[in-house]
């Protein structure tokens, strides 16, 4: 696996990213799984849940986990660092221009269209993980049972995973 390719897809990814880890999942799957074929789909959302629950940043926690499958160490150390390098270049640069754009109703009319664009990313994203976590009704039981305990009955998501787990050692 060449580090170079590894480097040049999460650029891309880090690259063309708004709205966090979750919205990056429909690029991460078009570069990882389509166009690249490094990861099946079953792997990439094994990859998603144990990148959920690792401390850190879901997008920068599956850089490094598939940067690690791919090609070690060095993979994992190329993935973090070129899906890192966009955002970083970016917060710089608006950083030193917002000060002097900050009043322009250009900046808040592309935030307004932006806005959007990452519901929808992260939307995709639901559909794809759910299309591959969803096996069977217990499945789609659990998911629900915890989306209810966790939204409606504001049970602390780690309490919620545990469940998760416990209920799916219980049933399958």
Not at 3 to 21: C, E, P
Not at 148 to 154: T, V
Request: glycine share 8%; aromatic share 14%.
């Amino acid at each position: 696996m060449s580090t170079f390719k590894i480097f040049l897809a999460f650029m891309k990814i880090g690259a063309f990213s708004f709205g966090g880890g979750y919205a990056m999942f429909p690029l991460l799957k078009k570069e990882i799984i389509e166009n690249h074929q490094w990861l099946t789909a079953s792997e990439f959302t094994d990859i998603v849940a144990i990148a959920q629950m690792t401390p850190g940043p879901i997008a920068l926690n599956s850089a490094t986990f598939i940067g690690y499958k791919m090609n070690g160490f060095l993979g994992a150390f190329t993935a973090t660092l070129a899906i890192i390098t966009p955002s970083l270049i970016i917060v710089l640069l608006i950083c030193f221009f917002l000060r002097k754009f900050k009043d322009s109703k250009y900046i808040e009319w592309a935030f307004k269209g932006i806005r959007p664009v990452v519901l929808g990313l992260i939307a995709s994203a639901t559909i794809f993980v759910a299309k591959d976590s969803f096996i069977d009704i217990k499945s789609i039981i659990i998911a629900l049972g915890i989306l209810y305990l966790i939204g409606y009955k504001r049970l602390h998501p780690i309490l919620g995973i545990v469940m998760a787990g416990i209920t799916g050692i219980i049933l399958y």
